[in-house]
């Protein structure tokens, strides 16, 4: 558990100490800290931050530079680090920015072979003028101790889900082998926080894009709507995840152009890509490729799995040709992952992004009947259930990337509500929600899918977030109320 050791002020200088123990030696969770992607890994979905530079790793004199929001203003903020000491601390100082002084100590310490303590020691002094007063109400009283308990929590569960097996270099350790992952739809909802965490533990990850600007040493350009790929790209990948597709949300309704790139965003970028894989001398260990719990269409209450019927409906259909768009990469030999996602849970994007206002202002609460069950999973738990795909050779196939714990509308709503402490009582019509927002409202809002993760719980996967309220607040970084 995290604990506020202090925070005191001399009047000029204030300080703050947060302390977790990790059940990893200090040297793994320095190792961890060191890796490409870890701070973009810490930092949390709320933070306005901004990464424009970053060179040297974290030993003395490497540099980061950011740009930060403060309420109205934004400032550029210059970070040099410092104090180095392998497998046990580095330090980082302000540089430019908007503090008088700060000074940010990251620290490793020895709890015996097997734990250590983190612990991140900031002083800083407030910058004279008007920002020194929102400063001192709002980062000093909240924001340090929201990004510390988020940062270490983070670092904690990495280890408790295995972390530690990606981390350690032990002789014949089974997870070492898969070194070099290509991702599609890197920039997307989940890939944006899949490519670091992949980063942190220990994975060259490396991307396929749809812009030409974007092409880098670490970035090759495809084009799925014309069928061009460079199949050089992949030729060492030992893992392939492909989460790029068209965002079903992007329009307030569907219309038959949005629906037609829809379907052929997912067909054809798959099909290409599984072609190109099964072509390959030397083929990836392991094949992901996202898919949606609309694969089951509309089922009411019928308790649902990887082993039950397709659905009927757009996305039924859509998840079906998406798919079966696999097949070449089945019939290569490749291990083929349907990663069958719920509603991700993100305060940022996705479903819950725009859920969020209404339910703030007071205007939130269930559609249509309300008894229709929502199938969701936290972005963490999308991440991790991943990783677990990744090494774990028993599963392979369709996987219900969902919580155990099942909601309906309903329930969603009131606990909702209830992590924001306001009221839920306005109820949409299942005939407004048609008028609104046309098919979508059916196939999104109304659609009943009660979708169990019968093989991630039977291959051992543990939740970190399996029940909604726990999930819904750690995700809103909200506490239990008083």
């Given at each position: 558990m995290p604990i506020l050791l202090k925070a005191a002020s001399d009047m000029k200088r204030h300080t703050f100490v947060h302390r977790t123990r990790i059940a990893a030696p200090a040297e793994e969770?320095?190792?961890?800290h060191a890796r490409p992607g870890a701070f973009e890994r810490l930092t949390p979905p709320w933070a306005s931050v901004t990464q424009l530079e970053h060179?040297?790793?974290?030993?003395?004199?490497?540099?980061?530079?950011?740009?930060?929001?403060?309420?109205?203003?934004?400032?550029?903020?210059?970070l040099e680090h410092c104090d180095y000491v392998e497998g046990r601390q580095f330090a980082d100082v302000q540089i430019e920015g908007p503090f008088r002084?700060?000074?940010?100590?990251?620290?490793?310490?020895?709890?015996?072979?097997?734990?250590?303590?983190?612990?991140?020691?900031?002083?800083?002094?407030?910058?004279?003028?008007?920002?020194?007063?929102?400063?001192?109400q709002w980062f000093l009283d909240d924001q340090l101790r929201r990004l510390f308990e988020y940062r270490h929590r983070v670092v904690a569960e990495d280890?408790?889900?295995?972390?530690?097996?990606?981390?350690?270099?032990?002789?014949?350790?089974?997870?070492?082998?898969?070194?070099?992952?290509?991702?599609?739809?890197?920039?997307?909802?989940?890939?944006?926080a899949l490519v670091p965490a992949l980063q942190a533990d220990g994975y060259r990850v490396d991307r396929l894009v749809r812009h030409p600007q974007h092409v880098c040493p670490q970035a090759s350009y495809w084009n799925p709507t014309k069928g061009t790929i460079d199949a050089s790209f992949l030729h060492d990948a030992e893992v392939v995840i492909h989460l790029a597709?068209?965002?079903?949300?992007?329009?307030?309704?569907?219309?038959?152009?949005k629906k037609r790139e829809v379907f052929e965003s997912r067909v054809r970028g798959t099909r290409l890509l599984a072609r190109a894989l099964a072509q390959l001398p030397e083929k990836p260990q392991v094949f992901i490729s996202a898919s949606a719990v609309g694969f089951y269409g509309d089922r009411g209450d019928e308790l649902l799995d990887e082993q039950s019927s397709p659905g009927r409906g757009f996305l039924a259909d859509v998840?079906?040709?998406?798919?079966?768009?696999?097949?070449?990469?089945?019939?290569?030999?490749?291990?083929?992952?349907?990663?069958?996602?719920?509603?991700?849970?993100?305060?940022?994007?996705?479903?819950?992004?725009?859920?969020?206002?209404?339910?703030?202002?007071?205007?939130?609460?269930?559609?249509?009947?309300?008894?229709?069950?929502?199938?969701?999973?936290?972005?963490?738990?999308?991440?991790?259930?991943?990783?677990?795909?990744?090494?774990?050779?028993?599963?392979a196939g369709p996987v219900?990337?969902?919580?155990?714990?099942?909601?309906?509308?309903?329930?969603?709503?009131?606990?909702?509500?209830?992590?924001?402490?306001?009221?839920?009582w306005v109820k949409v019509p299942a005939?407004?929600?048609?008028?609104?927002?046309?098919?979508?409202?059916?196939?999104?809002?109304?659609?009943?899918?009660?979708?169990?993760?019968?093989?991630?719980?039977?291959?051992?996967?543990?939740?970190?977030?399996?029940?909604?309220?726990?999930?819904?607040?750690?995700?809103?970084a909200k506490r239990h109320a008083a």
């Amino acid at each position: 558990m995290p604990i506020l050791l202090k925070a005191a002020s001399d009047m000029k200088r204030h300080t703050f100490v947060h302390r977790t123990r990790i059940a990893a030696p200090a040297e793994e969770v320095f190792d961890w800290h060191a890796r490409p992607g870890a701070f973009e890994r810490l930092t949390p979905p709320w933070a306005s931050v901004t990464q424009l530079e970053h060179t040297g790793g974290i030993k003395n004199g490497a540099r980061r530079v950011l740009v930060v929001k403060l309420g109205p203003l934004r400032r550029r903020w210059t970070l040099e680090h410092c104090d180095y000491v392998e497998g046990r601390q580095f330090a980082d100082v302000q540089i430019e920015g908007p503090f008088r002084y700060w000074k940010h100590v990251h620290r490793m310490i020895p709890e015996g072979p097997d734990a250590c303590l983190l612990e991140d020691d900031v002083e800083y002094a407030l910058p004279a003028g008007p920002l020194s007063k929102f400063l001192s109400q709002w980062f000093l009283d909240d924001q340090l101790r929201r990004l510390f308990e988020y940062r270490h929590r983070v670092v904690a569960e990495d280890f408790a889900s295995g972390g530690r097996s990606h981390h350690a270099n032990p002789g014949g350790n089974p997870h070492l082998h898969l070194r070099r992952v290509v991702v599609t739809g890197a920039s997307g909802l989940m890939g944006s926080a899949l490519v670091p965490a992949l980063q942190a533990d220990g994975y060259r990850v490396d991307r396929l894009v749809r812009h030409p600007q974007h092409v880098c040493p670490q970035a090759s350009y495809w084009n799925p709507t014309k069928g061009t790929i460079d199949a050089s790209f992949l030729h060492d990948a030992e893992v392939v995840i492909h989460l790029a597709g068209e965002d079903v949300l992007g329009d307030l309704r569907w219309s038959r152009a949005k629906k037609r790139e829809v379907f052929e965003s997912r067909v054809r970028g798959t099909r290409l890509l599984a072609r190109a894989l099964a072509q390959l001398p030397e083929k990836p260990q392991v094949f992901i490729s996202a898919s949606a719990v609309g694969f089951y269409g509309d089922r009411g209450d019928e308790l649902l799995d990887e082993q039950s019927s397709p659905g009927r409906g757009f996305l039924a259909d859509v998840c079906q040709a998406w798919e079966a768009a696999t097949k070449a990469a089945q019939q290569a030999g490749i291990r083929v992952i349907l990663a069958r996602l719920g509603m991700i849970l993100s305060s940022q994007q996705g479903a819950l992004g725009r859920l969020l206002v209404p339910f703030q202002l007071g205007a939130g609460g269930r559609i249509g009947s309300g008894e229709q069950f929502w199938s969701w999973i936290t972005l963490d738990d999308a991440i991790g259930a991943t990783r677990h795909c990744l090494t774990n050779t028993s599963l392979a196939g369709p996987v219900n990337f969902v919580a155990p714990h099942l909601v309906t509308n309903q329930e969603f709503a009131q606990t909702l509500a209830q992590v924001l402490r306001r009221p839920a009582w306005v109820k949409v019509p299942a005939a407004g929600a048609r008028l609104a927002w046309g098919e979508m409202a059916d196939e999104l809002l109304l659609k009943s899918t009660r979708v169990k993760p019968r093989k991630l719980l039977s291959s051992g996967y543990q939740f970190q977030h399996p029940k909604l309220p726990n999930a819904l607040r750690q995700v809103l970084a909200k506490r239990h109320a008083a």
